[in-house]
């Protein structure tokens, strides 16, 4: 019964390649997040749509962009990928200012 | 960005012990989540709190949103080896927000 679900676990992309990293949920949540993760530390979050409206963070490099074509579905667009980019990006959703759900997360390794 | 002050930042405890953690702020929350993460996983919710003073059960684990509001609090009951991860504290400031601010983490190794 996945939730939350993102696809793929694990990506490797080269320094500079644009990747896309995609969730779906099957909540019906109105709010979807992307948070990026590393190493043990606590979800940095990037950015979080309600709907269609789009908040992005003030501290989210311009190297990140999200799209969400409907409410099932987010994508997380990293147009070039820096080693410091290396870490775990995880998809949240969450019905209006209420409990908020995490997806099993990918793992992004930069070559 | 801002975090949440998360104490301790790890422990190591006997199987069948008690833990306690919480996580503490100078500033009033409306809503408190707590995670447990496991490696390479998304964090799993374990309890919601959503008034000042609650407390709520999920198995061996209790949670207590503070009367302050400042502060919450996770307990485990006779911990055991499965109880092993990292626990986060996640906090909303304001409701309309759906924006959350999560604690530096508990880290928990349980010695069977």
């Known amino acids: 019964d996945a939730m939350v679900i993102q696809n793929p676990r694990y990506q490797v992309t080269q320094f500079g390649k644009p990747v896309t990293l995609s969730c779906s949920q099957t909540l019906n949540h109105n709010v979807m997040y992307w948070y990026q993760q590393k190493s043990s530390q606590a979800p940095k979050l990037l950015f979080h749509y309600y709907d269609k409206d789009f908040n992005n963070e003030a501290d989210t490099p311009d190297n990140f962009q999200s799209r969400r074509p409907n409410t099932s579905f987010c994508f997380l667009d990293i147009r070039s990928p820096g080693l410091g980019d290396a870490a775990m990006y995880l998809c949240?959703?969450?019905?209006?200012?209420?409990?908020?759900?995490f997806g099993p997360g990918t793992r992004l390794t930069v070559l | 960005g801002q975090q949440l002050n998360q104490s301790p930042q790890s422990m190591f405890i006997q199987e069948g012990e008690d833990v306690s953690m919480n996580c503490t702020s100078s500033?009033?929350?409306?809503?408190w989540l707590w995670y447990k993460q496991d490696p390479g996983e998304g964090p799993v919710l374990l309890i919601a709190?959503?008034?000042?003073?609650e407390l709520t059960s999920n198995g061996r684990l209790t949670a207590q949103f503070g009367i302050t509001r400042k502060d919450s609090f996770l307990n485990i009951s006779a911990s055991i080896p499965s109880d092993v991860g990292i626990y986060f504290c996640?906090?909303?400031?304001?409701?309309?927000?759906?924006?959350?601010?999560f604690g530096t983490g508990t880290r928990l190794k349980v010695l069977a």
């Open positions: 949240a959703t969450a019905q209006g200012p209420d409990t908020q759900y």
């Open positions: 500033s009033i929350f409306n809503t």
């Open positions: 709190l959503y008034k000042a003073g």
């Open positions: 996640a906090g909303q400031r304001f409701k309309g927000t759906y924006k959350y601010i």
